[in-house]
């Protein structure tokens, strides 16, 4: 059985930060590369980070390079995102998932095959 649990979503105040992590289970975790994405309730899911298999590419939306950084510990087959600065704007689900189509990240969600069930961040302005 495929799981991917997240963790470490919670609330916090604008300008603070929050660390992610994904943990993955029932798959050989170095052959994926991994993602995070986001999304608001009547909002399409969004794009936010992604790693390739062996972490040496990564890749981000426009709305959080800079602010936040997604890394990758193979040996604990976990992907973390971490979020600094954080604004209200970036209060939503944070679904981490494991694509294999290309190797090295995507922003589409449809290259995805594994999802977690979310980990809820919500920031107050």
């Known amino acids: 059985q495929v799981q991917l649990v997240e963790s470490g979503g919670g609330l916090v105040q604008a300008g603070e930060s929050l660390r992610l992590s994904c943990a993955a289970s029932?798959?050989?975790?170095?052959?994926?590369?991994m993602g995070w994405f986001r999304q608001v309730p009547g909002k399409e899911r969004e794009f936010v980070a992604s790693?390739?298999?062996?972490?040496?590419?990564?890749d981000y939306a426009d709305s959080v390079k800079g602010r936040f950084t997604i890394s990758r510990d193979n040996a604990k087959s976990t992907v973390y995102l971490e979020m600094n600065r954080l604004q209200s704007e970036d209060t939503a689900v944070y679904s981490c998932?494991?694509?294999?189509?290309?190797?090295?990240?995507?922003?589409?969600?449809?290259?995805?095959?594994?999802w977690g069930q979310g980990t809820q961040v919500t920031v107050s302005s």
């Open positions: 790693i390739s298999q062996n972490g040496a590419l990564t």
């Open positions: 998932a494991a694509e294999i189509r290309y190797g090295l990240g995507s922003r589409r969600g449809s290259d995805y095959y594994h």
């Open positions: 029932g798959l050989t975790f170095q052959t994926y590369a």
